[in-house]
C-alpha cells in the first residue's frame, strides 16, 4: 500500500483546512507507531471499504449535534453539550470472562491490533431517524482474536464506563447502569462489525462515544454501544439496557427489521437526519446480504 506522508499531502486535496487541522489531531492519536499513523492517512484519504455504502453523508454538523447518549441527558442537543467534560485519556477496555488471554487494553495498544479503516455506514435508530457516518475503526473480531475466546464463548456483554461525576445522567434511574449491551459471538465477529475510535477522519468527538465505541450497521442504534469499557465473553446471553428498561420494546437482537414494528410505532420507514420525504427502511438496514444468514432459520418475530 502506498503510504504518504501527511506532509506530503495539501489539505485542499482531501478536506477543508478546518476539518484537515482536526485530522492532525486525529494523527496525533494514531501516531502510536509510525506505521500506524501512515495506516491511519491511508483510510483517511479515501481507501475505500468494500463495506462502505456510497449514499451521501450527513454532515459532520449533523453527526455530532443530534445524538443519543443518556449518560450526558435524554435529549438530542444534551451529549454535545455535556459530554465534554468526559476524560478520554488514559483509557482502559479490559477484555475478560470466556478466554483463554483475557487483558486489559490502553486504548493505543487497540489502535495497534489492526489498520484503521474508513467504513461509511448508514445508522438506523429504533426511533425512526437514519443518517450516513463515516466511521474509522477496526474491526471487533482483531481485538476478540488476541484473547482467545474459549468453546464457551457464545456471547459478548459490552459496558459503557460508570461514573456518575463524570456522567451525569447515570444520577439518575433513567436506565439501568452502567449502559450494557450485548451481542451473539458470531455477530461479534462478523467483518462489519466495528470498533470506531474516529469519525469524518478525526478522533471520534465525545457525544459520538469517544474514545472507542461500537457500530453494528444491520441493528438498531441503540446496540452501538459508546465509550467502552469493559467486553465480557460468556456462555449465556447477557441482560442489556433497553431490554431491562422495556422488554416488550426492546429484544435482545434488535435487527433492523421493517416488517416488525416496535410495539408504540411502526418500523417500516424511516426520516434520513436533513431530508424531508420517508424512506423505506430495509431489512438489516441494507446488509441483508453480508449479515441474513446469521439468523437463518429464527423467527426474527419472536427473536426482535
Ligand atoms: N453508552 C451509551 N451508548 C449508546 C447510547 C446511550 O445512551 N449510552 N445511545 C444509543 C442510541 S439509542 C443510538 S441511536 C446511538 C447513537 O449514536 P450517535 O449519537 O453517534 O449517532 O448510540 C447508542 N449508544
Ligand atoms: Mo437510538
Known sequence: MLIRRPTDIAPSEITPQAQYLRRREFMALAAA??????????????????????????????????????????????????????????????????????????????????????????????????????????????????????????????????????????????????????????????????????????????QNGAPIRLVVPWKYGFKSIKSIVRIRLQETQPPTSWNLAAPNEYGFYSNVNPAVAHPRWSQATERRIGEFFKRKTLPFNGYGEQVAGLYRGMDLQKFF
Open 33 to 206: 507507531t509510525p506505521l500506524l499513523a501512515g495506516e491511519a492517512l491511508a483510510a483517511l484519504t479515501g481507501k475505500p471499504s468494500p463495506f462502505s455504502t456510497t449514499e451521501a453523508l450527513n454532515t459532520r454538523q449533523q453527526i455530532t449535534s443530534y445524538n443519543n447518549f443518556y449518560e450526558f441527558g435524554t435529549s438530542k442537543e444534551d451529549p454535545a453539550a455535556n459530554a465534554q467534560r468526559l476524560k478520554t485519556s488514559p483509557w482502559q477496555v479490559a477484555v475478560e470472562g470466556e478466554a483463554l488471554k483475557p487483558k486489559v487494553f490502553g486504548l493505543e495498544e487497540i489502535l495497534k491490533l489492526a489498520p484503521l479503516e474508513e467504513r461509511i455506514y448508514r445508522l438506523r435508530c429504533v426511533e425512526g431517524w437514519s443518517m450516513v457516518i463515516p466511521w474509522i475503526g477496526i474491526p471487533l473480531a482483531s481485538l476478540l482474536k488476541v484473547v482467545q475466546p474459549t468453546g464457551k464463548a457464545k456471547f459478548v456483554a459490552f459496558e459503557t464506563l460508570l461514573d456518575p461525576q463524570q456522567m451525569p445522567g447515570q444520577r439518575t434511574r433513567v436506565l439501568d447502569w452502567p449502559y450494557k449491551e450485548g451481542l451473539r459471538i458470531d455477530e461479534a465477529l462478523h467483518p462489519l462489525t466495528l470498533l470506531a475510535v474516529g469519525l469524518y477522519g478525526e478522533v471520534l468527538p465525545k
